[in-house]
């Protein structure tokens, strides 16, 4: 996980390793595997080193198996903390996934259950012995995301137990919501606690930053909580944009782009790129489309919108049902515009390769992101990226943490007003040539100012600080 230039001993904690574990005739391999956090720290380790801990996401039982899938990993500097199946599902599905989340993206409708809640406590305790056993003295800690809120509370008293004196720091990736809204949630006061235990809190924007604050008010002795100073900031996550650079560079990558430039050259092309799920507003943007198709009868035949919906916790019932009701939509869309000549709508249930993801992203557009509350949303780094071509156009959701510093450089909308994102699309693909160079320039400076890579080393050197000095003022 990393280069040897790295002057820290880092330890990054996350519930799921970056790397997934694959039996194979009788033989245990590894992947990479995709989503924010990946994409996040993957432009981190070009300059720091650093071990990852985390769980290997299948369940490994016979000891000689365990000591295979660890011996694999270490080879990419990771450790796994293995959990049972049962455990793993009660933790990862039924609470994080199932309350957790939904509660921190302000979805209503949440029932708490304590048996998932015991499992979440469980989950973190493990992780908090197996942390606590790989920690020295001097040690940084970074734990990553809403999985694991208890862990710095856990893990602080494992390592005063042991006598060793480390960092914790923790970083949220999804939003933090209002007060008003995290009260849903029996077990707040638990989380919070858990967090505050950290020697420092990164948020994705100043509003979840805030927000967390205002709840923490709540609490006595927020700011010196139990006797020790815990500090919040902003930190603004970001991608490796040169990644992006050089696979546009790839031959096979360039052919790619011209045999789809081809296959479009009589329609403009709006990308979507989601996973599947609920916050990212798949529905009212299919809906939305819906309403722009019906407003706007003359670019019927002139656009088309290639949505990809990366298949996503698929074990959760929620995410089924969701993915049934997406089909029915996107069949019910092209039912009713399809013509002999084409569908505005191609809708895609896979992941697709890097490579393909690159070239798709070069010749849009537009790209079309509709969260109804998500923590940053990455894609739209990634869009801007690769349009040094193109430079087309950003329409997004105003309820995407992007959007607190993309909206000078995009056009935005309400994600559950139709109207407005068929208003919103129309102007995007009207827009003016000079505004749209003003808007893209606008976002790629940003996108190359606020790297991963930038992101990580602010978080790493704060904490340091915290761990050289713990009682300086934040
Ligand atoms: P996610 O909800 O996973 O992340 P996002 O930030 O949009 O969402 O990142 C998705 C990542 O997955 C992108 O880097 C994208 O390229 C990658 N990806 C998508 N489709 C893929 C495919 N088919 N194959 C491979 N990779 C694919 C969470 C939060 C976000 C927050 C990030 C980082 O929900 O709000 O921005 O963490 O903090």
Not at 53 to 62: D, T
Not at 252 to 275: F, P
């Given at each position: 996980m990393g280069s040897n230039e790295g002057k820290h001993n880092l330890i990054i904690v996350s519930n799921r390793l970056p790397l997934s574990i694959k039996?194979?005739?009788?033989?245990?391999?590894?992947?990479?595997?995709?989503?924010?956090?990946?994409?996040?720290?993957?432009?981190?380790?070009?300059?720091?080193?650093?071990?990852?801990?985390?769980?290997?996401?299948?369940?490994?039982?016979?000891?000689k198996d365990r000591e295979e899938v660890s011996r694999t990993l270490n080879e990419h500097d990771a450790t796994p903390i293995f959990l049972d199946s049962g455990l793993a599902h009660e933790h990862y599905n039924m609470f994080a996934n199932r309350i957790l989340w939904p509660i921190l993206h302000y979805q209503s409708g949440v029932v708490f259950d304590d048996g998932p809640w015991q499992a979440y406590r469980r989950v973190n305790e493990l992780f908090a012995a197996a942390i606590a056993e790989a920690a020295e003295t001097g040690t940084l800690i970074w734990v990553h995301d809403y999985h694991l809120m208890l862990l710095p509370e856990l893990l602080r008293n494992r390592l005063y137990e042991k006598n060793k004196h480390c960092a914790i720091g923790f970083s949220l990736h999804t939003p933090f919501p209002a007060?008003?809204?995290?009260?849903?949630?029996?077990?707040?006061?638990?989380?919070?606690?858990?967090?505050?235990?950290?020697?420092?809190?990164?948020?994705?924007?100043?509003?979840?930053?805030?927000?967390?604050?205002?709840?923490?008010a709540k609490i006595p002795n927020q700011i010196r909580y139990k006797n020790r100073l815990v500090c919040v900031g902003k930190f603004i996550v970001g991608i490796d944009p040169q990644k992006f650079a050089h696979t546009l560079q790839?031959?096979?990558?360039?052919?790619?782009?011209?045999?789809?430039?081809?296959?479009?050259?009589?329609?403009?092309?709006?990308?979507?790129?989601?996973?599947?799920?609920?916050?990212k507003g798949l529905t009212q943007k299919l809906k939305g489309f819906d309403s722009f198709?019906?407003?706007?009868?003359?670019?019927?035949?002139?656009?088309?919108?290639?949505?990809?919906a990366v298949p996503s916790r698929e074990d959760v019932k929620e995410y089924q049902e969701l993915e049934t009701e997406l089909s029915t939509l996107a069949g019910k869309i092209n039912g009713k515009y399809a013509t002999?000549?084409?569908?505005?709508?191609?809708?895609?249930?896979?992941?697709?390769?890097?490579?393909?993801?690159?070239?798709?992203?070069?010749?849009?557009?537009?790209?079309?992101?509709?969260?109804t509350r998500d923590g940053m949303n990455l894609v739209s780094f990634e869009f801007v990226a690769c349009q040094e071509k193109r430079q087309g156009v950003l329409v997004l959701s105003e309820f995407a943490g992007a959007a607190s510093f993309m909206r000078e450089g995009s056009i935005s909308f309400h994600p559950a007003n139709t109207t407005e994102m068929s208003e919103a699309l129309y102007a995007a693909l009207k827009l003016d040539?000079?505004?749209?160079?003003?808007?893209?320039?606008?976002?790629?400076?940003?996108?190359?100012?606020?790297?991963?890579?930038?992101?990580?080393?602010?978080?790493?050197?704060?904490?340091?600080q915290r761990c050289r000095q713990p009682g300086k003022a934040c």
């Open positions: 039996r194979v005739d009788g033989t245990y391999e590894s992947s990479i595997s995709s989503g924010g956090l990946v994409t996040a720290l993957s432009g981190l380790t070009k300059s720091t080193q650093f071990r990852w801990l985390g769980w290997p996401g299948i369940e490994v039982k016979s000891n007060g008003d809204f995290w009260r849903n949630l029996p077990v707040r006061k638990h989380l919070l606690e858990g967090l505050l235990s950290s020697d420092l809190i990164g948020f994705h924007t100043d509003e979840y930053k805030q927000n967390f604050q205002d709840t923490c790839n031959p096979d990558v360039q052919d790619r782009i011209r045999s789809l430039e081809e296959r479009y050259k009589d329609v403009k092309v709006i990308v979507g790129v989601d996973r599947l799920d609920h916050i198709l019906e407003d706007y009868p003359e670019l019927r035949d002139k656009i088309i919108l290639i949505q990809v002999p000549d084409g569908t505005p709508l191609l809708y895609m249930h896979r992941s697709v390769p890097f490579t393909e993801l690159t070239a798709l992203y070069s010749v849009a557009d537009v790209c079309l992101l509709t969260s040539p000079d505004e749209r160079r003003r808007k893209y320039e606008y976002l790629r400076d940003f996108v190359n100012t606020h790297t991963s890579a930038k992101w990580g080393q602010t978080f790493i050197e704060k904490l340091s």
